[in-house]
Nanobody
Framework: QVQLVESGGGLVQAGGSLRLSCAAS????????IGWYRQAPGKQRELVAI???????NYGDFVKGRFALSRDNAKSMVSLQMNSLKPEDTAVYYC?????????????WGQGTQVTVST
């Protein structure tokens, strides 16, 4: 069965850094696009960053060069390095794996990890 385990969330002061990781098992990791999404209280879930199976990346407009997403297919892991964090980055961050080609297009979500940025 597919498992996604997120780690790295926590409390950090504004201007600080965190590194989120998402480890997958039970899946052919390399064929999936992998995204990090976030949801703050009272707000809709939004895309933070996404990396395709081919390695190309896209970021939410609010990232503005502060975050970097990378994947390690050999370890079935994706990491999101977040720098220059702001209080408005406070949210639950979710890892998502999505197969975007072919007849079968499964989509998996992690349980979420809390990121809190204090002033």
């Amino acid at each position: 069965q597919v498992q996604l385990v997120e780690s790295g969330g926590g409390l950090v002061q504004a201007g600080g850094s965190l590194r989120l990781s998402c480890a997958a098992s039970g899946i052919t990791f390399s064929i999936f696009d992998i995204g990090w999404y976030r949801q703050a209280p009272g707000k809709q879930r939004e895309l933070v960053a996404i990396i395709s199976s081919g390695g190309s990346t896209n970021y939410g407009d609010f990232v503005k060069g502060r975050f970097a997403l990378s994947r390690d297919n050999a370890k079935s892991m994706v990491s999101l390095q977040m720098n220059s964090l702001k209080p408005e980055d406070t949210a639950v961050y979710y890892c998502n794996l999505a197969k975007t080609t072919g007849k079968s297009r499964p989509n998996y979500w992690g349980q979420g990890t809390q990121v809190t940025v204090s002033t």
